[in-house]
């Protein structure tokens, strides 16, 4: 008698329950030598080379730990890859409307994650608070209240300068059309 090769799956509802195939299932792994876990994390061989390495999660954080992405770069090489990439990555900026969203995300730039550290306040503080740390710095260090103290003056200039930075933040965030 022949085996049958007909499948009970015609269709929705599933005649058989998930995962009951014959098949056995093909698992890649690890090609780090000696390691007998799934490689399932893609690392590349080489900079612009399509071939890949197959690592499991810790070997593959082992790798990108030594991964030099500018390795062979000059300094201005790689001022210019950095421009060039924070120029096209439009992802974070298409992603700001999600005000949940934390530090690093693309909710705060770079100078703005800068200027909240200048008036000691965590990235997610609003506008109120950063205005109350922004009076606060500026009384303690004002040039009218420490005359002659030249650290002060500088401190004062860039807390001025923070605040600046984070009020026209804020001001883009409130006319900015949805």
Known sequence: MARSTRSMDWGFPRWRPYGSEREAVRVRLCDREGCEEPGDRPAPKSPNSPERWYFCEAHAAEYNRNWNYFEGLTAEEVAKREADERRTADGFTASRHNAWAGPGDGSRSRDEMRALDVLELDPDADFEG???AWRRLAKENHPDIRPGD???????QAIQAAYEVLRAAEERRQWRPE
């Open 130 to 132: 950063i205005r109350a």
């Open 150 to 156: 030249t650290e002060a003056a500088k401190r004062f």
